[in-house]
C-alpha cells in the first residue's frame, strides 16, 4: 500500500480483555517495528521484525505482550489480560532496511477500562 | 537522565517567525538524527534525517547537529499554522534499527 495501515483507530476494551492489533507495513519494506507512545511522551520501542522473525523484542514489557509476522508482511500485535497502564497510542512502522528513518502508521488508540 | 531530552513546551509563535526546537543527547554511539513531526491523534512523520555535524536545509526546515555538545535543533522559517503539531527529535540507540525519541514539543503557530 501508498502508506503503513493500522487497524483498528481505535480501541476500547475492558481489563483483562484480550486485544490484538493490526500492522499493514508498505509493500517491499522487509522491516517492521512496534512502538507505544503514551500521552505526552515520545514513542518507545517495543519489537522488531526482519522478515518473519522478531530480531529483537526486548521493548515488549512483559510476557502479556507478543507480536507475530508470519509472512514477513502484516503484523499483529497481542496483548493479553489487558490493564489499566496499557492504555496508549501503538504505533507502526517499516522501512527498507536498517539506517533507514521509518515511516509509521496511525496508530491504534487504545483505551483499556 | 534521559538518553534524549527536549523541552516539552508548548512553544506559541506568531505566524511568519522563525522557530527553534532542540534537543540535547547523550549517547553518542549511532549518531544519526531525525525529527519527526506528529499531529494530533496521528503518527510521527519523518521531517528530516542527517548524521553529520553542521546544518542541512530542506525547504522552510533547517536540521543543525553539533557532535561536540550532543547538540541537535530544528528551525522552522515562515512559520505557518499549518505547522502546529509536536515536534520529536530521535536518535538510534544502541543499534542502527532502534529509535530513542525526545518527549517532543508542542508547538502552536497563530495567525
Known amino acids: 500500500g501508498a502508506g503503513v495501515s493500522q487497524t483498528p483507530s481505535n480501541k476500547v476494551t475492558e481489563k483483562g480483555k484480550y486485544v490484538e492489533l493490526r500492522c499493514d507495513p508498505i509493500?517491499?519494506?522487509?522491516?517492521l517495528y512496534w512502538y507505544r507512545q503514551s500521552l505526552g511522551q515520545g514513542p518507545e520501542f517495543l519489537i522488531y521484525?526482519?522478515?518473519?522473525?522478531?530480531?529483537?523484542d526486548s521493548g515488549l514489557p512483559n510476557d502479556r505482550f507478543f507480536a507475530v509476522r508470519p509472512e514477513g508482511s502484516v503484523s499483529t500485535l497481542k496483548i493479553q489480560r489487558t490493564e489499566r497502564g496499557d492504555s496508549a497510542m501503538y504505533l507502526c512502522?517499516?522501512?527498507?532496511?536498517?539506517?533507514?528513518?521509518?515511516?509509521f502508521g496511525s496508530g491504534t488508540r487504545l483505551t483499556v477500562v | 537522565q534521559k538518553e534524549v531530552e527536549q523541552d516539552p513546551g508548548p512553544l506559541s509563535v506568531p505566524e511568519g517567525a522563525i522557530v527553534s526546537l532542540n534537543c540535547t543527547y547523550s549517547?553518542?554511539?549511532?549518531?544519526?538524527f531525525m525529527w519527526y513531526r506528529q499531529y494530533s491523534r496521528k503518527g510521527p512523520e519523518l521531517l528530516m534525517y542527517?548524521?553529520?555535524?553542521g546544518n542541512k536545509e530542506d525547504g522552510r526546515f533547517t536540521a543543525q547537529v553539533d557532535k561536540s555538545s550532543k547538540y541537535i535543533s530544528l528551525f522552522i522559517r515562515d512559520s505557518q499554522p499549518s505547522d502546529s503539531a509536536t515536534y520529536l527529535c530521535?536518535?538510534?540507540?544502541?543499534?542502527?534499527?532502534?529509535?530513542?525519541f525526545g518527549s517532543g514539543t508542542r508547538l502552536l503557530v497563530r495567525p
Open positions: 530521535a536518535k538510534w540507540g544502541d543499534s542502527s534499527y532502534k529509535l530513542i
Open positions: 509493500s517491499g519494506h522487509t522491516a
Open positions: 549517547n553518542s554511539a549511532f549518531q544519526y
Open positions: 542527517t548524521y553529520s555535524s
Open positions: 512502522a517499516s522501512s527498507s532496511g536498517q539506517g533507514y528513518g521509518y515511516t
Open positions: 521484525f526482519q522478515g518473519t522473525g522478531a530480531a529483537d
